[in-house]
């Protein structure tokens, strides 16, 4: 199975650079190829100094989530 590079800048909502921010894409589905079967997982990546990411995925259904920073996002 081929895997799929995702890459991009991750920016909070005001549009600052997320700098060191961790990603984490939940793979929801089984799919597979030839002989080989991807099961549900989970990969995390972090943002780099300038908010940039790449990450190698298989194709599928992901669920993205993060952790929300304080000193970053702000508190309610």
């Given at each position: 199975?081929e895997?799929?590079?995702?890459t991009?800048?991750?920016?909070?909502?005001s549009?600052?650079?997320?700098?060191?921010?961790?990603?984490?894409?939940e793979?929801?589905?089984?799919?597979?190829?030839?002989?080989?079967?991807?099961?549900?997982?989970?990969?995390?990546?972090?943002?780099?100094?300038?908010?940039?990411?790449?990450?190698?995925?298989?194709?599928?259904?992901y669920?993205?989530?993060?952790?929300?920073i304080?000193?970053?996002w702000g508190t309610?």
């Amino acid at each position: 199975m081929e895997l799929c590079t995702i890459t991009g800048s991750v920016r909070s909502i005001s549009g600052a650079e997320a700098a060191g921010i961790t990603l984490t894409f939940e793979r929801l589905t089984l799919t597979g190829q030839d002989d080989v079967a991807v099961g549900p997982g989970m990969t995390s990546v972090a943002a780099d100094h300038t908010g940039q990411i790449s990450v190698a995925l298989y194709s599928g259904t992901y669920q993205l989530s993060t952790l929300v920073i304080a000193a970053l996002w702000g508190t309610l």
